[in-house]
């Protein structure tokens, strides 16, 4: 068991490690949503097509008439092409795209964040108090083997399939135990331990994380379709 830790601690801290498929396609993701929330906002909030041909006309056309008789470029001690014409209508206003993508990414996160007290309530979660002492304890053990970072313990009684769920941000990771998980571990200890190292490893390696980013993401840029 120590050989093998230490060898994935080896691991984790090898600098020259490639990152996994699952962090390249989130960071696919993240680069993908916010080039389309930067169009988006762009097209939507910023100015019209037509109206930037429209001033780029005028705009060429005061510049042809101020330089029409020098090489096209300013004298160095004239006035400047933005104080003669103003700024050409072809640079784009980046603060309009930009504002956009950073309230979408402040939306994400807030929801990020507090997603697990709001999926705690909704869904009407049962978190293991004094009553479940002995079940806390067994699964607090199965925590420190693990070496995962503390845990909400919850259960969900009327759920009769056998399976757990974890989810969480980080400073309060959740795990839920379904109702036929629970049932199942006096009669098989080592599937009802199976099941939840399972869901601990999710915790430990941070995929939920990445999970419940990429599924708030997704229904924050397309909220009609998803």
Do not use: K
Not at 73 to 96: F, I, M, N, Y
Not at 108 to 132: D, H, I, K, M, T
């Amino acid at each position: 068991m120590t050989s093998t830790a230490d060898a994935t601690a080896g691991r984790l801290r090898d600098p020259f490690a490639v990152p996994s498929g699952t962090s390249m396609r989130f960071a696919l993701l993240v680069v993908t949503t916010s080039t389309v929330i930067m169009h988006f906002v762009g097209s939507r909030f910023g100015p019209v097509p037509d109206d930037v041909e429209q001033r780029y006309a005028r705009y060429a056309a005061c510049w042809e008439e101020q330089h029409r008789d020098s090489t096209g470029l300013p004298s160095p001690g004239g006035p400047s092409a933005v104080e003669l014409c103003g700024t050409d209508p072809r640079q784009v206003d980046l603060w309009v795209p930009l504002t956009g993508l950073l309230v979408f990414w402040l939306v994400v996160l807030a929801v990020y964040w507090l997603l697990p007290a709001w999926r705690v309530r909704r869904r009407r979660y049962a978190l293991l108090g004094e009553e479940s002492a002995a079940l806390t304890r067994a699964l607090e053990a199965l925590r420190e083997r693990t070496g995962c970072e503390p845990v909400h313990w919850y259960a969900q009684p009327l759920d009769v399939r056998v399976s757990a769920l974890a989810f969480g941000r980080s400073g309060r990771r959740c795990v839920v135990l379904g109702g036929g998980l629970l049932a199942l571990r006096n009669r098989r200890p080592e599937t009802f331990e199976a099941v939840v190292l399972h869901e601990l490893a999710h915790v430990r390696n941070r995929d939920i994380d990445l999970s419940f980013l990429t599924i708030i993401s997704a229904r924050a840029a397309c909220p009609s379709s998803c």
